[in-house]
């Protein structure tokens, strides 16, 4: 019993001493995405349409008006093709909250027994399981939460994508990426 007592007493000066202090970047696909994708994209597009517009003999102030609108054009797009995109995501993904939250409704056991079971393939000893999936099942709205994470692998409550932050992010590494490639930009530099 004693030494139970010094064993935690220990463990607890061990947490004082080494709070976990890590942070993880975001590895779920949002932002370094669109900012490789929108710095790849405007690279591309706007080389080729300024190397074509220059191929076919087009004077400086044509090649440089391209580039521009090019650039003006191609940050729009990307802002408002993330949006939609992210906005289609986010309305899939509250059908299928939708879709779980219903089926936990109609059959309680059968989504116990299912997260019991996700439980155990994850390493749990089946009575631990059995605990762990019933004091979660006691609240309906955690319940489904717990299902979707393992189910989709995405968190309803904390990771849902979200669309304007991200789309000034990638029209803005496709505009710098853009602005490199342009002759409007070696002009400004000047
Ligand atoms: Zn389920």
């Known amino acids: ?25 975001d590895v779920s696909g949002g932002r370094v995405r669109a900012a490789t994708f929108g710095a790849m994209d405007g690279l591309v597009t706007n080389i080729s349409l300024v190397a074509g517009v220059g191929g076919a003999g087009a004077s400086a102030h044509t090649i440089v008006l391209s580039g521009v609108a090019g650039l003006i054009a191609g940050a729009f797009s990307m802002a408002l093709g993330e949006f939609t995109s992210v906005s289609t995501q986010n309305e899939q993904l509250d059908a299928e909250v939708a879709v779980e939250r219903n089926e936990i409704e109609k059959n309680p056991r059968g989504e116990l027994d299912e997260l019991i079971d996700m439980l155990t393939d994850m390493g749990m000893t089946e009575s631990t399981a059995t605990t762990a999936a019933n004091e979660i099942h006691a609240d309906p709205d955690g319940a489904v939460n717990v299902h979707i994470i393992h189910e989709l692998g995405v968190a309803p409550r904390t990771s849902r994508p979200r669309g304007w932050p991200r789309s000034p992010r990638s029209s803005c590494s496709r505009s710098a990426a ?13």
């Open 178 to 190: 853009s602005c490199r490639s342009s002759p409007t930009c070696s002009a400004s530099r000047r």
């Open 1 to 25: 019993m004693r030494r139970y007592a010094r064993r935690v007493t220990d463990r607890e000066l061990d947490e004082d001493m080494n709070p976990i202090s890590h942070e993880h970047a």
